[in-house]
């Protein structure tokens, strides 16, 4: 049987444009009789059915990625299995990439964005699937938003990589924007104004009030003040604008808005994993499994 002489400037462009170990590029290469084109096919085949076997697993992980301009803004949420495959440099690399071709392409929705080209020849999708090849780790493209403005502007906030917001304001600037995103990221109220607040939670929250109020034994026109007092509190910690403002508490951001002259349109605030049920492990096993291929 002849073996196929594969040289190291070989190894080295195929290694450069699929970015695998040197190993496995020399192996795919000798299965290709070096014809690199063919190797590239076989291994894009093999990462497929890699990354096909670990989508099921929970990815809880990751990293938030925001990319904006003055009057557009891209937020993701690009998920893994552990905090290590977060913090490595291969993953925030093709993170950062994603968000940059999103924001160039203001594309709305991930089914367009998983099938943008990334470089290579490669889509959005097949890059995720090669990763997840590389790293081990199932790697998922879970959601974004685009927020784009022709009358106001975008401003952003991103939060150690976990917590990111993007708001939409007319009027102010974009450092009150970002104060603004600042206090979202911290405080995460549900709506911008408490008449957004739904009736179904409004008369939710009334019940359990009036339950408490009454169980206190009070005259039923008191446990009804008691009621209003306490769903107008309510509505003020849910909603943005009656929130006590983070960086100075003695105004609300209603009237920190109003200093400015200034109004918040809508707001997006992604926090990593949230509505996730992350699922526990036992770390040796996880390691045991690392190491026997599943």
């Not at 008191?222 to 509505?235: A, C, D, T, W």
Request: net charge negative; aromatic share 4%; charged share 25%.
């Amino acid at each position: 049987m002849t073996t196929t002489t594969i040289t190291a400037a070989q190894v080295q462009e195929l290694r450069e444009r699929t970015g695998a170990g040197m190993m496995e590029c020399k192996r795919a290469l000798q299965n290709a009789g070096g014809d690199i084109e063919a190797a590239i096919e076989a291994m894009r085949k093999a990462g497929q059915a890699k990354a096909d076997k670990k989508e099921g697993r929970v990815a809880a992980e990751g990293v938030i990625k925001v990319k904006s301009d003055d009057h557009n803004a891209v937020i993701i949420e690009i998920n893994c299995e552990t905090d290590f495959v977060a913090r490595d440099a291969n993953f925030s690399e093709l993170a950062e990439q994603i968000a940059d071709k999103a924001l160039a392409n203001k594309v709305t929705d991930l089914t367009a964005l998983l099938a943008l080209p990334l470089g290579n020849g490669a889509t959005v999708e097949e890059a995720r699937r090669a990763l997840v090849a590389k790293i081990g780790e199932n790697i998922q493209i879970r959601r974004m938003a685009l927020i784009t403005t022709t009358s106001g502007l975008v401003a952003s906030y991103v939060h150690g990589g976990r917590i990111g917001v993007l708001v939409e304001l007319t009027g102010g600037d974009q450092s009150l924007g970002k104060d603004i995103a600042m206090h979202i990221a911290a405080n995460s109220p549900q709506v911008v104004n408490r008449e957004e607040v739904s009736k179904e939670l409004v008369e939710k929250e009334k019940e359990i009030f009036s339950a408490q109020a009454q169980a206190s034994g009070k005259p039923a026109a008191i446990v009804e003040k008691m009621v209003e007092g306490r769903i107008s509190k309510f509505l003020d910690e849910v909603s943005l604008a009656g929130q006590p403002f983070v960086k100075d508490p003695s105004i609300t951001v209603a009237q920190l808005l109003q200093q400015h002259k200034a109004k918040v349109v809508k707001f997006i605030r992604f926090a990593v994993g949230e509505g996730i049920e992350k699922q526990s492990e036992d770390f040796v096993e996880a390691v045991m499994a690392q190491v026997r291929g599943n």
